[in-house]
T-cell receptor
Framework: GDSVTQMEGPVTLSEEAFLTINCTYT??????LFWYVQYPGEGLQLLLK?????DKGSNKGFEATYRKETTSFHLEKGSVQVSDSAVYFC????????????FGKGTKLSVKP | DAGVIQSPRHEVTEMGQEVTLRCKPI?????LFWYRQTMMRGLELLIY????????DSGMPEDRFSAKMPNASFSTLKIQPSEPRDSAVYFC???????????????FGPGTRLTVL
């Protein structure tokens, strides 16, 4: 069935390091793809999204490109900051169920000064 | 808009008690979702509504859990009787339908942290 797999954390980086968090999805249908971020003690917030192949979502210096050939949507940032410390969730729309999303298990990122 | 509003933010109760969690979605959103988040199981979808009608409740753990949406601006998730294994953070999210904004994006509330002793 439909699913999303993301790299397990935690990921610990130094400030200004390059970040990649891998995400792959099952190739059923034509899903929209998302990255959500959860800061400590808060709910999930949409970080970026892409709705079709080759689209690039971007926000706050983060980017992810919808790669149909590799069924991937990896999250990248060129220079992380301490304030980026959070849990990141990859998600896809679920089959033909409009509005419903399937989330990955989340990757915790810690950025050290 | 104030965003998705959940209450209470924290709830501590004893095993066997009834717990009611509340959610006010963003005005105009036609979809409402209830999730549960734990360290062990991650983020789980419990149930979701479209235009106040439950569409999929297959994620509801057992009969102790029930959810209602009596109108477009209010939903409840009830646990009766509560058990220690129900301790988790419960999130409500809403999503728009049609219009100029994608139907896919979900907007989350701040969550209710439930502790059952």
């Amino acid at each position: 069935g439909d699913s999303v797999t993301q790299m397990e954390g935690p990921v610990t980086l130094s400030e200004e390091a390059f970040l990649t968090i891998n995400c792959t999805y099952t190739a059923t249908g034509y899903p929209s793809l998302f990255w959500y971020v959860q800061y400590p003690g808060e709910g999930l917030q949409l970080l970026l999204k892409a709705t079709k192949a080759d689209d690039k979502g971007s926000n706050k210096g983060f980017e992810a490109t919808y790669r149909k050939e590799t069924t991937s949507f990896h999250l990248e940032k060129g220079s992380v900051q301490v304030s980026d410390s959070a849990v990141y969730f990859c998600a896809r729309t679920y089959g033909g169920s409009q509005g419903n999303l399937i989330f990955g298990k989340g990757t915790k990122l810690s950025v050290k000064p | 808009d104030a965003g998705v509003i959940q209450s209470p933010r924290h709830e501590v109760t004893e095993m066997g008690q009834e717990v009611t969690l509340r959610c006010k979605p963003i005005s105009g959103h036609d979809y409402l979702f209830w999730y549960r988040q734990t360290m062990m199981r991650g983020l789980e979808l419990l149930i979701y509504f479209n235009n106040n009608v439950p569409i999929d409740d297959s994620g509801m753990p057992e009969d102790r859990f029930s959810a209602k949406m009596p109108n477009a601006s209010f939903s409840t998730l009830k646990i009766q009787p509560s058990e220690p294994r129900d301790s988790a953070v419960y999130f409500c999210a809403s999503s728009p339908l049609g219009g100029t904004e994608s139907t896919d994006t979900q907007y989350f509330g701040p969550g209710t942290r439930l502790t059952v002793l």
